[in-house]
């Protein structure tokens, strides 16, 4: 299902910055050439998709669609516009510096043990479980307010529509009343970008005409559910979490496992509707707390990337047939 989403006014991007950082004129391409992108990942994983996007562009494969959610819809959103997608990590790292602090000591995880600041640091279910069970903020509709980011996101989109986008996108995120995925795929990137990064639990859910979103990034790691047959072929980088598996000491800890265990079986379950995966196992430990890492790491992937693709266009078909 796709959601038509009216847009609010904002602030009008500068076009100073609105630039094709790849050099060339491929504004909404034939729809049924290229290939289609689904970019997931929780957490920062999801900014990983950096190297993908630069790895594909520099490969010349022409992309006719991005399906994206979490970070990876901003980072989409980017790459959309014909902008570098690399234009937003120092954005990314600079916003985890100035309020890890506030973030992970003073108001989220003040009230666990140094053991416990370790886990939620590595799984972002446990971490929103644990704050909001800490702090017994049941009543609320998120741990923080969106006014933490929302003026990095004008500056990166301002009041920029879809309209205005070289390659389609679309995001990913649940209808939380209807209780199902949705795919937005129009509006302002502004509104788009931020129902992609509404995390459960993490920030308040964004209403657009009406309807309340939050991302699907912690339903599933991969927005693959809702893509079919016209929009072959699709390629996904996956990056299965791993994390050393200890005793569970308590209720949230349970919880948390159990929560891991259905998202990692759901992602598995609908990976074969890719044509094409790009498992990178190596990265699966990245977290939130990994930001400092992040410009060492997206080359890597980059790189990754780059071997797997190579031969793509020689053995296989469906990666020819654009």
């Known amino acids: 299902m796709v959601t038509r989403a009216r847009s609010q006014k904002g602030t009008k991007q500068p076009s100073s910055i609105y630039h094709n950082w790849r050099g ?6 034939a729809a049924h050439r290229g290939i289609t992108l689904a970019l997931g990942g929780i957490g920062l994983r999801g900014a990983l998709n950096i190297g993908l996007l630069q790895a594909l562009s520099e490969a010349g494969f022409p992309i006719k669609k991005i399906v ?6 901003m980072i989409g959103a980017l790459f959309a516009l014909g902008r570098d997608p690399g234009e937003a990590l120092p954005r990314i790292i600079r916003f985890f510096e100035e309020n890890r602090r506030a973030m992970w000591e003073l108001e989220q995880l003040g009230a666990l043990s140094r053991a416990e600041k370790r886990m939620a640091a590595q799984s ?8 909001l069970f800490c702090h017994a903020n049941l009543t609320r509709l998120g741990v923080f307010e969106w006014d933490l980011v929302e003026a990095n996101l004008l500056q990166l989109f301002g009041d920029l529509t879809v309209d205005d986008l070289e390659t389609p ?5 649940i209808d939380i009343e209807k209780g199902q995925e949705t795919l937005l795929d129009t509006g302002r990137l502004f509104d788009l970008v931020r129902a992609g990064i509404a995390f459960p639990g993490l920030f308040p859910p964004v209403v657009i ?25 699709i390629v996904a980088l996956s990056l299965p979490e791993r994390r050393e598996l200890k005793p569970q000491r308590s209720i949230i800890e349970v919880l948390a496992r159990v929560d891991e265990i259905r998202r990692k079986a759901l992602t598995q379950q609908i990976l074969p509707k ?10 699966g430990r990245e977290n939130w707390s990994s ?3 992040l410009e060492k790491a997206i080359p890597l992937v980059k790189q990754a990337c780059t071997e797997q693709i190579s031969g793509w266009k020689a053995d296989d078909s469906t990666m020819t047939d654009f």
């Open 24 to 29: 060339n004129s491929m504004k909404h391409e």
């Open 68 to 73: 994206a959610t979490g970070v990876s819809a």
């Open 124 to 131: 972002m279910s446990y971490f929103l479980r644990e704050s």
């Open 169 to 173: 996108l679309a995001v990913s995120v």
């Open 209 to 233: 005409s009406g309807h309340k979103y939050v991302s699907s990034a912690t339903y599933c790691a991969l927005p693959l559910c809702s893509l079919g047959d016209a929009d072959r072929p």
């Open 274 to 283: 890719a044509d094409r995966v790009i498992s990178l196992g190596r990265f």
């Open 291 to 293: 930001f400092r890492r």
